[in-house]
């Protein structure tokens, strides 16, 4: 995605095909409220702070670690999470400051 406050046509069709595929719409919507939906799950670091463990995600989607890591990929390269790294783990968390960028140009666009 661009640096700039304003989504170019091209960023919005990498966010909408992240958000195509049913189980990174889902992920996404779990990493809304990380509290609520990985609870159950020990955290490794502070989900306010660095997000979700991938292996935690992995085990609440029921997916190989392989297909959770690209899909994660493919969300980061969109512009929708960012990673944080903590010792060999990496954490995910939703960019809601772009999130909120791709909402106005929703609304400016559509």
């Given amino acids: 995605m661009t640096a700039t406050t304003e989504l170019e046509p091209g960023d919005l069709i990498e966010v909408f095909k992240a958000l195509g595929n049913p189980a990174r719409l889902q992920i996404m919507q779990w990493l ?3 509290e ?3 609870g159950a799950f020990e955290p490794i670091a502070d989900r306010g ?3 979700v463990c991938v292996t ?3 085990a609440k989607a029921g997916l190989a670690q392989s297909t959770v ?3 994660m990929s493919t969300l980061e ?3 929708l999470v960012r990673p944080t790294r903590i010792g060999k783990w990496t954490h995910y ?3 809601e400051e772009r999130l909120t960028q791709l909402a106005r140009a929703i609304g ?3």
């Fill in 32 to 34: 809304k409220d990380p």
């Fill in 36 to 38: 609520t939906h990985f």
């Fill in 49 to 51: 702070t660095v997000g």
């Fill in 56 to 58: 935690h995600i992995q």
């Fill in 69 to 71: 890591s690209s899909y």
């Fill in 77 to 79: 390269r969109a512009g």
């Fill in 93 to 95: 968390r939703r960019d």
């Fill in 108 to 110: 400016t666009t559509v």
